[in-house]
C-alpha cells in the first residue's frame, strides 16, 4: 500500500469518529453563567496541579531521566559509532561497565529508597535524599557540558546546494581515545537518577495513601503522566536535535552534545529549586529519628515474612521475566526487512509516549476500581493479537514497510502502562507507615531482576532458533521465515502461561487490605524467601554478562549458537 492509501484508510476511520461524535455524545446545555464558572474552575483545578511540588519535579525528572536513556539509545550509540568510532575492546569495556551500572542503579533502588526512609537526614526523610541525586546529576551533566567535544572521527562535507555526507574518510584519529570521559560522568547521571527518582517514589506513596480509597491511585497516575511530558521532550530534543550527519543521521545541522548538557542542566536547576521550596515534611529530634531508624528495620523485616508480600514480590519477579520472553527476531526485522530509519523509529517512540499518558489518564477516569486481575490478562491477551496479524503478513512478507510494523505499537501504547501501574497501586496499599519507600522500590528491584533471569532464559531457548543471526533475514527463504515465525509462536506460549501469576495479586484495593490484615508469615520461609531472592538477583547478573565476553558470547546461554571446545564437540 503507499501513503496515499493509508491516509484514505485514515481519514474514513476519522469521519466515523466525526459522525459517531455528532450523533451519541450527549450532554447537558449549559447557560451562560455556568459555563463561566465551569471555566473558572477548570483554570483553578489545573492552576493548583501545576503548583504541587512533586508535579513540576516529575516532569523535571522526566526529562533528566528520558535524556539519560535518549543519550544512551540511541545518542550515545551514534556518538560512539560515528562521532569517536570506539574500538572494539572499548566498547566491550563500555558495555561491561554500563551493564553493570544498569542492573545495579536499577536493582539497588530498594537501598537507596530504605535508607530514606529509615535514616533521616536534619530531621528529614526525602528532601535531603532528593538533593543528593539531583546534584550528583548536577555535577554530571555540567562536566560533560562544559568540556568541548572533541571534532567528529569521520570527514563531513557540506555541499553549497545544502546537501551534506558523512564519508569514511578520518578528520580526527584523537577522538576516540575521548570516548572515556564521558561514559565516567554517564554512569555518576544514572547513579544519581536511580537515586533521586527511588526516594520520590516513596514521597508519591506517601502522599498517595493518604486518598479516600474511591480515587486513590490519582496522584500516582497524575506523576506518571507528567514524567511522560519531560520523556517526550527529551525524545524530541535527541530524535531531531542530533539527527545530524555526524551522529548517523540525515539532517545537516544538529544540536552538539554541550547544547544538550544546557538544556537538562537548566531542567534540573528547576527540579533543585521545587525541591527545596515544596517538599513539606515533618522535622524530627535525635531522639525520634533513632527511634525511626530501628521500627524501620523491624518493620521491613516483618514484612518480608508475610505471604501476601511475598507473593507481591514474587508477581514482581514473574512479570519481569514474562516481559523478557520476547523473541530477539523483532529488532533482527526491523533491521533487515523493513529498514526502519532512525527519524522514523524516534517519531514512533514520541506518539506512543504520547498515547501512554492517555493510557495512563483513561485507566486513572475508567479503570481506577475495576479488578486488577481482569484488566492485567486484557492486556496481555490483546498486546498478541494486535501483533499476531502484522507479524504474520511482515515475516513471510506478504507486506513489509517500516510505518505498517509500528502499528500495533501504537494501539498497544495506550494499555501496555498499565501493568505496571497496577503493581504500583499495591505498592500503595502494602506500605507500612514510614517504609513507603522501600515497599513500592522493593517491587520494581525484583522486577528488575526478573527481567535479567527472563534475559538468560530468553537467551537460551531462542538461541536454537538461529533467529539471532543477520544471515537468514538476508538469505530470507521460506525456511527462514519458519525458523522466525515459530520464534514468535514460543514467544506468545509463553506469554499466555505467564499470566496465570496474575492470581498473587489481590484482585481490588479491598482484597489487598483483607490479605493484609488476615494474613500472617513464617520465619522459616522468610529466610527461605530471601535466600532464594539473592540467589536470582546473583546468577541473573552473572549470565547477563555472559554476551559481553568473547570466549562466552557463542553459548546458548548467552544468546549464541552453541560453543564447541577443541575437540569439535558442541556445548552450551
Known amino acids: 500500500m503507499t501513503i496515499n492509501q493509508i491516509m484514505v484508510i485514515a481519514l474514513i476511520a476519522l469521519v466515523v469518529g466525526i ?37 513540576q519535579r516529575y516532569i523535571a525528572f522526566g526529562i533528566s531521566i528520558g535524556l539519560v536513556f535518549a543519550l544512551r539509545t540511541p545518542a550515545s550509540t551514534k556518538i560512539e559509532k560515528n562521532w569517536v568510532n570506539v574500538e572494539p575492546l572499548v566498547k566491550n569495556l563500555i558495555n561491561i ?74 578528520n580526527n584519529a584523537e577522538t576516540r581515545f575521548e570516548v572515556k570521559y564521558y561514559v565516567i560522568f554517564f554512569m555518576m547521571w544514572y547513579t544519581g537518577i536511580a537515586f533521586s527518582d527511588s526516594v520520590v517514589d516513596g514521597l508519591i506513596t506517601q502522599r498517595s495513601k493518604r486518598e479516600p480509597e474511591e480515587t486513590r491511585g490519582r496522584i500516582l497516575a497524575w506523576t506518571r503522566i507528567t514524567g511522560k511530558v519531560g520523556l517526550v521532550t527529551s525524545l524530541l530534543l535527541t530524535g531531531f536535535f542530533m539527527n545530524g550527519v555526524q551522529y548517523g543521521g540525515t539532517f545537516c545541522w544538529s544540536m552538539t552534545i554541550n547544547q544538550i548538557m544546557v538544556i537538562a542542566l537548566i531542567a534540573l536547576v528547576v527540579g533543585i529549586v521545587y525541591a527545596i521550596l515544596f517538599t513539606n515534611e515533618k522535622n524530627y529530634d535525635e531522639a525520634i529519628e533513632k527511634t525511626i531508624t530501628r521500627d524501620a528495620f523491624a518493620k521491613l523485616w516483618t514484612l518480608l515474612q508475610t505471604s501476601y508480600y511475598q507473593r507481591y514480590i514474587a508477581f514482581g519477579i514473574s512479570i519481569g521475566l514474562v516481559f523478557a520472553l520476547r523473541t530477539p527476531a523483532s529488532t533482527k526485522i526491523e533491521k533487515n526487512w523493513v529498514n526502519v530509519e532512525p527519524l522514523v523509529k524516534n517519531l514512533i517512540n514520541i506518539i506512543t509516549s504520547f498515547l501512554e499518558m492517555g493510557g495512563l489518564y483513561l485507566f486513572m477516569r475508567y479503570l481506577l476500581n475495576i479488578s486488577w486481575r481482569v484488566v492485567v490478562i486484557t492486556q496481555g491477551l490483546l498486546s498478541m493479537i494486535l501483533e499476531f496479524p502484522i507479524m504474520i503478513m511482515t515475516v513471510f512478507n506478504i507486506y513489509r514497510n517500516q510505518y505498517f510494523w509500528f502499528a500495533d505499537d501504537l494501539v498497544e501504547a495506550i494499555i501496555q502502562s498499565w501493568i505496571f501501574f497496577i503493581a504500583e497501586l499495591i505498592a500503595v496499599e502494602y506500605a507500612p507507615q514510614g517504609l513507603e519507600g522501600a515497599t513500592f522500590a522493593m517491587f520494581w528491584a525484583t522486577c528488575n531482576i526478573g527481567v535479567m533471569g527472563g534475559a538468560f532464559i530468553s537467551n537460551f531457548i531462542f538461541g536454537y532458533f538461529n533467529v539471532m543471526e543477520d544471515d537468514i533475514y538476508k538469505s530470507d527463504t521460506p525456511a527462514d521465515r519458519l525458523q522466525v515465525f515459530y520464534s514468535f509462536l514460543l514467544s506468545y506460549t509463553l506469554r499466555t502461561i505467564g499470566l496465570v501469576v496474575v492470581f498473587l495479586i489481590p484482585a481490588q484495593k479491598k482484597q489487598a487490605l483483607l490479605w493484609k490484615e488476615v494474613e500472617g508469615g513464617s520465619k522459616a520461609r522468610r529466610y527461605i524467601f530471601v535466600f532464594l531472592l ?9 549470565t547477563n554478562l555472559l554476551p559481553l565476553f568473547k570466549t562466552t558470547q557463542c553459548m546458548h546461554i548467552a544468546g549464541g549458537m552453541g560453543c564447541k571446545n577443541a575437540t569439535g564437540i558442541l556445548l552450551l
Open 97 to 170: 561497565i554500563t551493564s553493570f551500572l544498569e542492573m545495579g542503579a536499577w536493582s539497588t533502588k530498594f537501598a537507596y529508597s530504605f535508607i530514606s526512609d529509615a535514616v533521616p537526614i536534619c530531621g528529614l526523610r526525602r528532601l535531603p535524599y532528593i538533593l543528593i541525586g539531583l546534584f550528583l546529576i548536577a555535577i554530571s551533566v555540567s562536566i560533560i557540558g562544559i568540556k568541548p567535544f572533541p571534532e567528529p572521527y569521520y570527514v563531513i562535507n557540506n555541499y553549497d546546494n545544502g546537501t551534506c555526507e558523512r564519508t569514511d574518510e578520518v
Open 534 to 542: 539473592v540467589s536470582l538477583f546473583i546468577i541473573s547478573v552473572i
Open 19 to 55: 459522525v459517531y461524535a455528532i450523533l451519541f455524545t450527549n450532554e447537558k446545555n449549559y447557560d451562560e453563567a455556568i459555563e463561566k464558572t465551569i471555566t473558572r474552575d477548570a483554570f483553578a483545578k489545573l492552576w493548583t496541579l501545576l503548583q504541587t511540588s512533586y508535579y
